[in-house]
């Protein structure tokens, strides 16, 4: 049924985001130690799943423009809340590791 659909799709938008931001993080951590390499391996890593993320979620804006109302939940909220979060922990971690690889290449 629909509902349970619903919560399948906002439990990848999580799942996507979860492992995105995970990886984000890690990224900036092996900056911070000056292993460039493993920090854009995590940053490759992230981005893939935080790219499934967003088509997960396109697909819903894409129902909802055709007719198809999305049914709001607490859940989906939460997704929503878990992929923004993201989207700033992604901003951050570029950020961070350009500021640490200028800071090993001094």
């Not at 984000?24 to 940053?43: H, P, S």
């Not at 490759?44 to 396109?58: C, D, G, L």
């Not at 859940?75 to 640490?100: C, K, N, P, R, W």
Request: hydrophobic share 45%; glycine share 2%.
């Amino acid at each position: 049924n629909m509902t349970e659909e619903m919560e399948l799709i906002c439990f990848q938008l999580i799942a996507n985001s979860g492992a995105a931001k995970s990886c984000f993080v890690e990224a900036i951590q092996a900056a911070k130690k000056g292993l460039f390499e493993d920090a854009k391996a995590k940053l490759v890593e992230a981005e893939e799943a935080f790219v499934e993320a967003h088509k997960i979620h396109a697909e819903l804006i894409q129902k909802e423009a055709s007719g198809e109302k999305t049914e709001f939940s607490l859940l989906f909220m939460h997704a929503e809340d878990q992929m923004a979060s993201t989207e700033i922990v992604q901003l951050l971690a570029q950020e961070l590791i350009e500021l640490y690889r200028d800071k090993h290449a001094q």
